[in-house]
């Protein structure tokens, strides 16, 4: 997932409002000259029970957090 649409998902999800993180999607940044990447088609979401894996929970999660952002694996 490209950085600028992982910080868009973390502030509106911290702020709880849609609109907080619009100036990460919009492509602006500090430099003012990096280009948009665009996302991929397919956006990778993991579900994970929290009553399976026995006690492999916590490494599981900081790894798949580690690989593909935090926004995109909930327990």
Known sequence: MPEYLRFAIRYSI???DFDSGKHHYDGTTTAGDNPLVVAAECPLVVFINSKSG????PEL??????LMGEE???F
């Open 14 to 16: 911290a702020s709880k």
């Open 54 to 57: 026995g006690r492999h929970r």
């Open 61 to 66: 999660k900081a790894r798949l957090q580690d």
């Open 72 to 74: 995109q694996v909930y």
